[in-house]
Every structure is written in structure tokens, then in C-alpha cells.
């Protein structure tokens, strides 16, 4: 099983401006198993995006561990996808070579990664857009390539930065639940970070709670799978877990 | 895609070649000033025929292609390590700033001590010019390439020379070619000056000797096919690389 563990997990850093030390994230401990959907929420400057980024590697963290598959994290690599909140396509490569790039860095050659790609993009609903460039469509369009792009390389964890943030309101419920849909398919350990209490519920296994950079509390979300907007909007479960998490964010 | 000008592209020059025709009828300069549009296609004619004017035309481009290949040979690489190398920035922006300064031309007197009046002359001058632009709109491009793009690249694999290939070449590509089109600019006018001072052919140097000859016509001439050639090697070569790249993949706003 190739677990994600997170222990005590520190990250202080020097602020020019204070003229002192500060700690964005503190203490942060979190056990994610195999196949397990996670969502990190909480406001702006939580700290969430930055525990999300010391994950992915693109950071590095002043206490604690981050082990995976009981190896600790050291850098980026392949075994961690991100889905990143401002996309972050290749604008100069088409949807297709976009999606391969993953087993194109991994040696794959180009009619089986443009096999595995056409797979995962027809997985998203993406198989007309194959020979377009990312400029051509729409964010939320962008996005589905983005999703796909991380998990045709098969990663280990999928890491999604507040995916759908800058997407608007319908296009992102829709988005929402394609996810839950495709994530039920493949069965990837997802940890996403979010400031969208309702989003974080929808989505996860179970919502961490985040405030100042401490973990609050982890709440289960024991609603049942596939979900859809049509569904939970108006399910009492949906609410009460919801009115939780909210509740646990805005207290703190 | 090389595109034929349109008539809306045309016209102005169809314009002006007119008010200059109706100027040479009406005598109000001496012809031997001034010359109509016809003694300078009848003089095109002519340098054709006699083999001068493709010889000289072939000579000025050719040292306008060596001396774009140099400078994208050694301005991209250099330009990328200083936009990527903080070390490098530190060690070269400084001198890059102060040799280019020194423009063009000003080598003309030490070049002709060192190397004589030659082509050896002319491809230092051409690649010097052609160079900074390159290599300073390189580090620009390098520089203005989201974190975003690296972190997706390693995330997804990519080892630091994938890097370089697949996300900071193309990335700084748009930029790259806006310094390749101001640098063959500024090489372009250079290559003339250096003909006209030190070269023995070339178009610089045909308007140069048309000068000693008191040919007007020739100067007209050799004014015009500057026009002409810059009109092409921009309309043919740049723009349709620069649509098919940064404007394609949605960088460069049309």
C-alpha cells in the first residue's frame, strides 16, 4: 500500500518585512491510505497550499517528515501529480501532447503515450479537443486537461491545488462531479486543497479543517458514492456535515 | 504560410509612387536629382542584365544570414544561461549592458586595423549587432516563464534537460523572436553602413559607388530594394513563424 504520512510537519520561514520568523504551517500531522480522496480546507493564508506545495516538493519544510510509500519526500517528482489552480498547460503543446507528456519524460513511446493519452481523454470528455491548443479553450475545458494530464502519469498521489477556483459557479459543479466520477473509475489517492467548505464535502473522504496553519479537526463524509449536485443539494446529511466544517473554519 | 501583400497593403505605395511620377513630370527638380520611377525600373533592368545587382544582393544576404545564424547560435544559449542562471546574471548582464552599448558601427575603426577592409570586417559587425537584441530578449523570455510551468514539468517527470527543451525554449520563445526581428533589423541598416565604409560589394556598397558615379538613380534603386527586402524577410519569414508559435499558442495577443 503506498500510503501517505505526514508527521509533524513544520514550515517557518523568515519574513523581511516583520524583520522576524514565521510559522505558516505548524505541527501539521495527516495519514492518507491508498485509494483515499482527501480535501484541506480553509481561508485564505491557512497555510494549505503551502503544506500542499512541501508534498509536491516544490518546497522545502523546516520540521517533520513526509513519507511516502514509507520513503520520505525529497523534491518533485513524477509519483506526486499536481493539478494546479492557474492550470498551468504547456500553451505551446496541443491537448494530446499535453496529456502524454507524463510517459513522454517516462520513455514511452509516441503511439503508445498518444494511446494512453486518447484513453484519459476520453475518460474527461476531452476527444474532440485532442488537436487544439490549451489558448482555444475554455478554463473549464483546461482544466479537464489538466486533471487527465496528471493522471495519465499514473502518480501515486494526486495533488490538486484549488483546481476549480477560478472557474465560474455552473461550469465548476459540473467539473465537481465529473471528478468524483472519474476518481471513483481510477481510484487515485487524492489530496485537495480547497477554501470552498461545500466543494471540500462533496468531494472527500474526509475534510481536514485548517486554521493558522494547525490541523483543527478531521470530520469523515460518510455520504454515499457516486455523487451529484442534483442529490446532496438539498440532503440533510450533506448539510449537517457541511454546517460542520464551517462552522470549525470560521470559529477558529 | 508565406501570404502575398493585399491590394489595402498596396495602395499607399501605389500612392506614393504616383505623387513621385507626377514630381518627375512636372520637372520641378532637375532630372539628374531626381529621376521618375521609370529611369530607376529601365536602371533595375539594366544591373539585372549585367549580372551586378543579383550579384550584390546575393552577397548582402548572405552576410545578413551569416550573421543572423551566429547570433542565434551564441545569443540563445548565452541568453538562456543568464535567464536562468542567477550566477551567470550576476557575472554578465554588466558587460552585456556595456558592450552593447558600443553599437554597430563604432567597432568600424578598430575592425578595419585589425581584420582590413573585408568580410571578416562585415560578419563581426553583423553578428555584434544582431547578437544583443537575441540574447537580451532571450533573458526577458527566460525570466517571464511562470514557476508554474517548471513545477508542472518536474511534476510530471521532467528531468532539468527536458526542462530546458520542452518548457524554457518554447517558453521563451515569443520573446526570443521579437529580439531576432529587432536584431536582423538593426543588423540589416549595420550591413549597409559596413558595406558603404568598408565593403567592395553589397548593396550598402552599390549605392556608395552609385554616388561616386553621380548615378541618383542607382542610389534610388539601391533605397528602394532595402524597402523591398525587409518587406519580404518579414512578411515571408518572421511574421508566419511568429503566427504559427506565440500567437498560436496564444502568447502573444494579434
Known amino acids: 500500500m503506498k500510503n501517505l504520512t505526514i508527521r509533524n510537519l513544520s514550515k517557518t520561514y523568515f519574513d523581511p518585512y516583520a524583520g522576524s520568523n514565521v510559522t505558516a504551517v505548524h505541527d501539521v500531522s495527516l495519514d492518507v491510505q491508498q485509494g483515499e480522496f482527501v480535501s484541506i480546507v480553509g481561508p485564505s493564508g491557512c497555510g494549505k497550499t503551502t503544506i500542499l506545495n512541501m508534498i509536491a516538493g516544490f518546497l522545502p519544510y523546516t520540521g517533520g517528515e513526509i513519507l511516502l510509500d514509507g520513503r520520505p519526500v525529497k523534491g518533485p517528482g513524477a509519483d506526486r501529480g499536481v493539478v494546479f489552480q492557474s492550470f498551468a498547460l504547456f500553451p505551446w503543446r496541443t491537448v494530446l501532447e499535453n496529456v502524454a507528456f507524463g510517459p513522454k519524460m517516462r520513455g514511452v513511446g509516441k503511439a503508445q503515450r498518444e494511446k494512453i493519452a486518447h484513453e484519459y481523454l476520453a475518460l474527461a470528455k476531452l476527444t474532440e479537443a485532442a488537436k487544439r491548443y490549451p489558448a482555444e479553450l475554455s478554463g473549464g475545458m483546461q482544466q479537464r486537461v489538466g486533471v487527465v494530464r496528471a493522471l495519465a502519469n499514473e502518480p501515486d498521489v494526486l495533488l490538486m491545488d484549488e483546481p476549480f477556483a477560478s472557474i465560474d459557479a455552473q461550469t465548476r459543479m459540473t467539473l465537481q462531479e465529473e471528478l468524483t466520477r472519474i476518481w471513483q473509475e481510477k481510484r487515485p489517492t487524492v489530496i485537495f486543497i480547497t477554501h470552498d467548505v461545500g466543494e471540500a464535502v462533496f468531494l472527500a473522504d474526509r475534510v481536514v479543517a485548517l486554521s493558522k496553519g494547525r490541523v483543527l479537526e478531521e470530520i469523515a463524509v460518510d455520504l454515499p458514492r457516486p455523487r451529484s449536485w442534483d442529490a446532496l443539494n438539498d440532503d440533510a446529511r450533506f448539510k449537517e456535515l457541511s454546517a460542520r466544517v464551517l462552522q470549525l473554519v470560521r470559529s477558529a | ?254
Open chain 2, 1 to 254: 504560410m508565406a501570404r502575398w501583400p493585399s491590394i489595402g497593403a498596396i495602395a499607399p505605395f501605389v500612392l506614393l509612387i504616383a505623387v513621385w511620377w507626377i514630381v518627375t513630370e512636372l520637372q520641378i527638380f532637375p532630372r539628374v536629382f531626381l529621376p521618375g520611377p521609370v529611369d530607376v525600373v529601365r536602371s533595375f533592368g539594366s544591373l539585372v542584365h549585367t549580372g551586378i545587382l543579383p550579384e550584390y544582393l546575393q552577397d548582402s544576404m548572405v552576410r545578413l544570414a551569416v550573421g543572423a545564424f551566429w547570433g542565434i547560435a551564441i545569443g540563445i544559449p548565452l541568453g538562456m544561461l543568464v535567464g536562468l542562471s542567477s550566477r551567470a546574471h550576476t557575472a554578465l548582464w554588466p558587460p552585456l549592458l556595456f558592450f552593447q552599448a558600443i553599437g554597430d558601427i563604432a567597432w568600424l575603426p578598430i575592425l578595419v586595423i585589425w581584420f582590413g577592409y573585408g568580410l571578416t570586417t562585415m560578419t563581426v559587425v553583423i553578428v555584434y549587432t544582431v547578437i544583443f537584441p537575441v540574447i537580451l530578449n532571450t533573458v526577458l523570455g527566460v525570466r517571464s516563464i511562470p514557476i508554474t510551468m517548471y513545477r508542472a514539468a518536474q511534476s510530471l517527470g521532467a528531468s532539468r534537460t527536458r526542462i530546458l527543451w520542452e518548457v524554457v525554449l518554447p517558453g521563451a520563445l515569443p520573446s526570443i523572436m521579437t529580439g531576432l526581428r529587432n536584431g536582423l533589423g538593426y543588423g540589416w541598416r549595420a550591413l549597409i553602413a559596413t558595406e558603404i565604409i568598408v565593403g567592395t560589394s553589397g548593396i550598402g556598397f552599390l549605392m556608395f559607388d552609385a554616388r561616386r558615379a553621380g548615378s541618383v538613380v542607382e542610389i534610388l534603386l539601391g533605397m528602394i530594394i532595402l524597402g523591398i527586402l525587409w518587406y519580404i524577410v518579414d512578411g515571408w519569414i518572421l511574421a508566419p513563424i511568429e503566427r504559427a508559435t506565440g500567437q498560436r499558442w496564444g502568447l502573444v495577443t494579434r
